[in-house]
């Protein structure tokens, strides 16, 4: 599957944006999805992953209550919505696709997005 992440820009703290990942192949629906993202000088952590059905869901701690991820199977893309967006979420937001194992690990995915920047100012 490869993957297209868009959606990312600028915005002030508090402030929302929605990023986007559309997926091409037959595979999308089948499989379990995540967002990861990495900060300049960071490694990249674990933000979101949703099951194949969109039916369950988890979340880092440090976006629970803030971001919500969801996807539309028909239209073979996957959405991560950021509210109340701190500066410290100021990163490249990559989605990738799970293959197993823990959703907390960047081994646990196998086909990543290009990413797509959000940067947040005060």
């Known amino acids: 599957v490869q993957l297209q992440a868009s959606g990312g820009g600028l915005v002030q703290a508090g402030g929302s944006l929605r990023l986007s990942c559309a997926a091409s192949?037959?595979?999308?629906?089948?499989?379990?999805m995540g967002w990861f993202r990495q900060a300049p000088g960071r490694e990249r952590e674990f933000v979101a992953a949703i099951n194949f059905s969109g039916g369950g869901a988890s979340y880092a701690d440090s976006v629970k209550g803030r971001f919500t991820i969801s996807r539309d199977n028909a239209k073979n893309t996957l959405y991560l919505q950021m509210n109340s967006l701190k500066l410290e979420d100021t990163a490249i937001y990559y989605c990738a696709r799970f293959w197993g194992g823990s959703y907390y690990y960047k081994s646990s995915y196998d086909s990543w997005g290009q990413g797509t920047l959000v940067t947040v100012s005060s």
């Open positions: 192949g037959r595979t999308f629906s089948n499989a379990d």
